[in-house]
């Protein structure tokens, strides 16, 4: 028997073996359209098949993000810090209801600990890590605020817990060299405070949202010159109310690929 016969019996007795060998995640095209299922230590392996997945960013009151580090028993991005939880829903699950499972599961917080699940961004990445496999995912971004800071951490999951304050963290990069963090974690983090990323004014007239910049979104003033950016859908929107306007405010969390 050659050695790559040999190589390639052992790549597959350790798939076999591996407990994502009997999970499925949501197969999905560029649009996040659900394309059936596919199994997800497959779709992780070689140059990967695009799939469904989420990330939940978890805060406190005064701004701070809770990192996690990624148990060394993870396959991808092992030991890496994420912010916090990241997984996948399975076939009739919302990602809220999926980001409500895992928070449980990885960190112990019940519903009751925290306010609403809500999402906030979604793209496309894909990233490789070396001699294990990749990550090509259309990926959600939810976020939640703790009222309860009481953690239960699975250490099956979870190396470690740090809180870092958000923006600093996002302005001070080499501050925090010392910490690998997980690339989805990375984009949506750059995404967050990224100045061209818009928030809209929703026109249910028109079907269609007035787009501005998070500058004035923040101030709550809408230019009288904005335009139409018929990019929002309803169903991809997360609507705020604007104390001094009253009108709802919805932002853009379209699909957007992510090569940085």
Known sequence: MSSEDTVSEEAETEKVNHENATQD?????????????????????????????????VFDHDGRILL????????LWDTHWDGTVASHPIEGQSQEEATRQRLQEELGLTPDQYGNVR??????????YPNEGVEWEVCAVLKV???DMQLAPDEDEIEGLLWADYEHLNDHPGWYRQLR?????KIAMRRDFSEPWSVCRWESATNSCRKVSSRWAKTGRLPET????????PEYTVSVTDSSHGYPLCRCVFTRHDHR
Request: with cysteine.
């Open 226 to 233: 904005a335009s139409l950016c018929g990019l929002c859908r």
């Open 119 to 128: 999402v906030s961004d979604k793209f496309e990445y894909k990233r490789y």
């Open 25 to 57: 995640v949501i197969a999905v095209d560029e649009d996040d359209r659900a394309d059936g299922t596919v199994n997800r230590l497959d779709a992780h392996l070689g140059d990967g098949i695009r799939h469904r997945a989420f990330t939940c960013l």
């Open 181 to 185: 963090l997980c690339p989805w974690f």
């Open 68 to 75: 996690a580090q990624r148990a060394a028993g993870k396959r």
């Open 145 to 147: 605020t703790l009222d």
